[in-house]
C-alpha cells in the first residue's frame, strides 16, 4: 500500500548530525529521537492552550494549536508514506512547526512584532528555532533540544528559502530582513538559507495549508460564522457537498461537516501525491541533496487544486478571520499584549524568578519571549494581576 523509501528521501543514518555531539540511540533513529523530544518539550504542551482561531474559552470543540498540530502531523505521515519519504522526520517538522506561536495566535504575534519594532521586530519562526535552540532548557549538557540538523532545517525552511542565491532576502524577508536570531544559528550550523529545505519539510509545509483549509471549514460552520450554502461557492467544496448529498440527502449538520471536512482532506492529499510523483518524476532528482537544490517546490499541489486553496483561503479571511465577533476578541487580545508587554518591561521583576535573571542582559527581548510563552489562559490571568481582575476575552 505505502512507497517503499525513495531515493530523494532523508536518510537518518545520513544525517549531517546536531550542534552538540551525542551518543546514537540503540532503538531509534535520530529523526524519531527529534519527534520525541520535541513531544516532551514544554513549549508543545502549551500548544494545547493556545488559539488557533477562536480563543480557548470560546468552547472546548475548537481546534487549538495543539490539536491543528497534531492534524499537520497525521497529514505530513501520510503523505510521506505515499511518496516514500522518511515520514518520522515529517512528523517530527510538523509538529514543531507551529512551537513559536504565542497566546492569542495571529493577534498576539502581531502584538508582541509591533512591542519590537525597533528591535528586529517578533517572527513565530524565529522563535521557533530559539525554543528548540536555546530557550528550553531540559538537558543537562546543552540548552535546547539539540535537534538533527535536517529538523531544524525544515522548522526554519520549510516554507521556502530565506534568501537568494545572491544573498538577498526572498520576497518574504525583503522588507525586514531574515531575523537576526536565524542568520546567528545559520553561522553555528549552516543551514543552507538559499536553498530549499528537505521533501519531509516540504510535505509538512502543505499538509498546514491542508489542515488550515478544511479545519477552519469546520470550525467556523460548527461558530456559524458562514452557512454551507456560502461556502459552497468556493472552488471544489461545492462539489463535495453535492457528492455527499446525493449520497445521504438528509444528513444532519454535523455529520454533514465532518464529511466535507475529510473528503476535502482526502482530495487535498491524493492531488498532492499525484502532482508531487510527477515533479520529483520530471525533475529528474535522485538524492535528498538534489530535492534540495532542485530550485523549486517539489512537494505541491496541481494548478487546479492551488486556485481552490487560493480560494477557500480568501473565502475563510473575509467570512472567519474578519468576521465580526473574532475581531472584538482579537482586539482585547491585542490589547492584553501591548499592555503585558510594557509592564514586564518597565517591571521585570513582575516575571517569574528565572525571566527576571534573562531581563538582566535585555529586558524588550525578555519580556516578549515570556509573554510568547505564554497560554491564552496565563496571559489573561496576568492581566487580570495586573491591570483588571474582571478582564475577559469574551
Not at 457537498?241 to 449538520?253: A, G, M, S, T
Not at 465580526?324 to 482585547?332: A, N, S
Request: a negative charge.
Amino acid at each position: 500500500m505505502f512507497a517503499s523509501r525513495a531515493p530523494y528521501a532523508s536518510d537518518p543514518a545520513q544525517s549531517r548530525g546536531r550542534l552538540f555531539l551525542e551518543p546514537p540511540s540503540p532503538t531509534r533513529t535520530d529523526f524519531q529521537r527529534d519527534r520525541d523530544r520535541i513531544v516532551h518539550s514544554a513549549a508543545f504542551r502549551r500548544l494545547a492552550y493556545k488559539t488557533q482561531v477562536f480563543v480557548h474559552a470560546e468552547g472546548d470543540h475548537f481546534r487549538t494549536r495543539l490539536t491543528h498540530t497534531i492534524e499537520v502531523a497525521q497529514i505530513a505521515r501520510a503523505l510521506s508514506r505515499a511518496l516514500g519519504l522518511d515520514d518520522d522526520l515529517a512528523e517530527a517538522i510538523a509538529l514543531g512547526h507551529d512551537l513559536g506561536h504565542t497566546p492569542f495566535g495571529h493577534t498576539g504575534e502581531e502584538a508582541l512584532d509591533a512591542c519590537l519594532l525597533g528591535d528586529g521586530g517578533f517572527d513565530h519562526n524565529s522563535h521557533g528555532l530559539r525554543l528548540v535552540t536555546e530557550l528550553e532548557r531540559r538537558y543537562a549538557d546543552f540548552d535546547g533540544l539539540n535537534l538533527a540538523q535536517e529538523t531544524v532545517e525544515g522548522l526554519v525552511k520549510h516554507n521556502g528559502p530565506l534568501l537568494k542565491l545572491s544573498g538577498e532576502p526572498t520576497a518574504r524577508w525583503r522588507k525586514r530582513g531574515v531575523p537576526e536570531a536565524i542568520l546567528a544559528y545559520d553561522r553555528r550550523q549552516p543551514l543552507d538559507l538559499a536553498s530549499h529545505a528537505s521533501l519531509e519539510a516540504q510535505a509538512a509545509a502543505l499538509a498546514d495549508d491542508i489542515a488550515y483549509n478544511a479545519h477552519d471549514i469546520d470550525d467556523g460552520l460548527r461558530a456559524h460564522l458562514f452557512t454551507l450554502e456560502e461556502i459552497r461557492e468556493a472552488p471544489c467544496i461545492g462539489a463535495v457537498l453535492d457528492e455527499i448529498e446525493r449520497w445521504r440527502p438528509n444528513l444532519e449538520p454535523a455529520r454533514k461537516f465532518h464529511e466535507l471536512t475529510r473528503r476535502v482532506i482526502t482530495r487535498f492529499i491524493e492531488d498532492a501525491i499525484t502532482q508531487t510523483s510527477r515533479a520529483i518524476a520530471e525533475s529528474g532528482v535522485a538524492s535528498a541533496a538534489e530535492a534540495r537544490a532542485a530550485g523549486r517546490t517539489l512537494v505541491t499541489l496541481s494548478e487546479g487544486f492551488e486556485e481552490a486553496d487560493r480560494a477557500i483561503k480568501a473565502f475563510l479571511f473575509s467570512h472567519m478571520y474578519r468576521h465580526d465577533d473574532v475581531k472584538r476578541v482579537r482586539e482585547k487580545a491585542d490589547q492584553m499584549v501591548r499592555a503585558l508587554y510594557r509592564a514586564y518591561c518597565a517591571a521585570p521583576q513582575e516575571m517569574s524568578e528565572g525571566w527576571q535573571a534573562r531581563a538582566e542582559s535585555g529586558a524588550e527581548r525578555a519580556a516578549a519571549d515570556y509573554i510568547a510563552g505564554m497560554t491564552d489562559r496565563f496571559a489573561v490571568r496576568e492581566y487580570r494581576r495586573l491591570f483588571d481582575p474582571n478582564a475577559s476575552l469574551v
